[in-house]
């Protein structure tokens, strides 16, 4: 298990796929044991936004 996170790239998310209403994207930084910092910008967490066309209406 790693405990640290790197930036994934996915497909957006389709119809009946799980979803986080309120997810926005944001600029992040992620710290490294080793004192590397990796910066990312426009980061959805754990979910990514819709296709277009398609609305995520609750958290589920």
Excluded: I, M, W
Excluded at 16 to 28: H, M
Excluded at 33 to 53: M, Q
Aim: negative net charge.
């Amino acid at each position: 298990h790693n405990r640290h996170s790197s930036p994934q790239c996915k497909k957006l998310g389709d119809l009946n796929d799980s979803c986080n209403d309120d997810n926005t994207p944001r600029n992040v930084k992620l710290p490294y044991p080793n004192g590397d910092e990796l910066e990312a910008s426009d980061v959805y967490t754990h979910f990514c936004p819709c296709k277009t066309g398609l609305t995520c209406l609750d958290s589920s």
